[in-house]
């Protein structure tokens, strides 16, 4: 009898939570908000990466300043996206043709960048990664593209074979960064609603 109890309590449990309009964002379904990198007020380091064509393209930029210590004469170029507002940010998709690793950071205010992913490896075009971060700001930094042996060969040719300081690294080229919240419940759902759906669904993801 007790078995049944339990039984018949996990099932329960586990419709309520097949009806919750949250369960779409958290099997990567359907129930995504809209692109938020199209609204306007958005910038990022190449208009061309955010303008929702993908027959355009930009570069990443390499970052002046960088530590040549660590990095040598070619540091890791970088792309970043600048919101209006601060969003609670779940799903970041990448259309590269070239991109092979990379980090992704979140301005958590100031310019105080945070690591939220790293080492990450595209195996596909577009590329997929899923987060949890609320900021205005998205930053990827590309550590290797498919072009890198290439732009070292180039280099070592000018040099007439010489040794490179830290290894040579050739820009990303994106046709189009993408960024995702989760889709309100209803037509009607008010911002604290919204918020708090958005809080629950950030427990239940950080718990898995």
Same mark, same amino acid.
């Given at each position: 009898m007790y078995r049944i109890l339990i039984a018949l309590s996990m099932g329960a449990?586990? =419709?309520?939570?097949?009806?919750?309009?949250?369960?779409?964002?958290v099997v990567g379904t359907e129930n995504w908000s809209?692109?938020?990198?199209l609204q306007d007020g958005v910038t990022a380091t190449s208009p061309e990466m955010i303008d929702?064509? =993908?027959?355009?393209s930009g570069?990443?930029?390499?970052?002046?300043?960088?530590?040549?210590?660590?990095?040598?004469?070619?540091?890791?170029?970088?792309?970043i996206v600048t919101l209006p507002q601060k969003m609670p940010i779940y799903r970041i998709v990448i259309n590269s043709p070239n991109l092979v690793t990379f980090d992704v950071f979140a301005d958590k205010g100031g310019n105080n960048w945070e690591? &939220?992913?790293?080492?990450?490896?595209? $195996?596909?075009?577009p590329i997929e990664v899923r987060v949890s971060t609320n900021t205005d700001?998205?930053? &990827?930094? =590309?550590?290797? $593209?498919?072009?890198?042996?290439? =732009?070292?060969r180039q280099s070592r040719a000018r040099n007439w074979g010489g040794r490179q300081s830290g290894r040579q690294r050739a820009p990303a080229t994106i046709h189009e960064i993408e960024l995702y919240g989760f889709a309100t419940s209803g037509a009607g759902a008010s911002s604290a609603e919204t918020k708090?759906?958005?809080?629950?669904?950030?427990?239940?993801?950080? $718990?898995?």
């Open positions: 449990m586990l =419709v309520s939570f097949l009806g919750c309009g949250m369960f779409g964002a809209e692109n938020y990198a929702g064509d =993908v027959k355009t570069q990443t930029t390499f970052p002046e300043g960088a530590d040549a210590l660590m990095y040598g004469s070619s540091p890791p170029s970088e792309a690591k &939220i992913k790293e080492n990450q490896k595209a $195996t596909s075009n700001k998205i930053r &990827i930094r =590309v550590k290797s $593209t498919a072009d890198d042996a290439e =732009v070292g708090a759906a958005e809080e629950e669904e950030l427990d239940k993801l950080l $718990t898995q």
